[in-house]
């Protein structure tokens, strides 16, 4: 079956504009989780689903970042008023249950001008 | 808490040479650990992964690694590498304190010269 989608592919924003990325997870995938990839950084945890709930938001950077999951499938995480620390390569993974692998996504590059 | 360390941020080799990438952990629990392999402009891919049984495991492309609990590790081997395996590769871990995310080291770069 198809792997998990993200979109866009690219997305370049001025500075203090809102942007919102999505993430499709494997079909029947209860867990979702975002990551961010940058150099500086590496990889790090944002946030994670169990269905429909975030029961570990703890990695998400500051109140400008939230996100959710509807249906027990699509995702979307939003950040407001872009900042240019924000930019990354945003990475979406699902997996059957918490306790399997993740599958990830070919990722969102958000670039803040 | 988990916490992960690849020794090494590069490690370049001739192609049909043996490869060793190495991975630590910390964690107070048990922990389940990954290896995911990304090819340039490409995204994460699985490669192996340790859940439980037996402590050796395989992937389809002649890669191993070992799990060595009271080492806390889990390098990554091959006996021969091809040019093709030039890629980032990331040891991660999860467990069940941490709600099974993904806590990744700061992966290396192979690169396989001919």
């Known amino acids: 079956g198809a792997g998990v989608s993200q979109s866009p592919s690219n997305k370049v924003t001025e500075k203090g504009k809102d942007v919102e990325l999505r993430c499709d997870p494997i079909?029947?995938?209860?867990?979702l989780y975002w990551y961010r990839q940058s150099l500086g950084q590496g990889l790090e945890f944002l946030i994670y689903?169990?269905?429909?709930?975030?029961?570990?938001k703890s990695g998400l950077p500051s109140d400008r970042f939230s996100a959710e999951r509807t249906g027990g499938s699509v995702s979307t995480l939003t950040i407001q008023r872009t900042q240019q620390e924000d930019s990354a390569v945003y990475l979406c993974?699902?997996?059957?249950?918490?306790?399997?692998?993740?599958?990830f996504g070919p990722g969102t590059r958000l670039t803040v001008l | 808490a988990q916490s992960v360390t690849q020794l090494d941020s590069q490690v370049p080799v001739f192609e049909e040479a043996p490869v060793e990438l190495r991975c630590n952990y910390s964690?107070?629990?048990?922990?389940?650990l990954f290896w995911y392999v990304q090819y340039p402009n490409q995204g994460l891919q699985l490669l192996l992964k340790?859940?439980?049984?037996?402590?050796l495991v395989e992937s389809i492309n002649g890669f191993e690694a070992e799990f060595n609990k009271s080492q806390t590790s889990f390098h990554l081997r091959k006996p021969s590498v091809h040019i093709s395996d030039t890629a980032e590769y990331f040891c991660?871990?999860?467990?069940?304190?941490?709600?099974?995310?993904?806590?990744f080291g700061k992966g290396t770069l192979l690169t396989v010269n001919p």
């Open positions: 079909s029947g995938h209860t867990a």
């Open positions: 964690s107070s629990v048990s922990v389940y």
């Open positions: 991660a871990v999860s467990a069940v304190d941490s709600n099974y995310k993904l806590t």
């Open positions: 340790y859940l439980s049984g037996s402590t």
């Open positions: 993974a699902s997996s059957l249950r918490v306790t399997s692998e993740q599958f």
């Open positions: 689903f169990q269905g429909n709930s975030a029961p570990d």
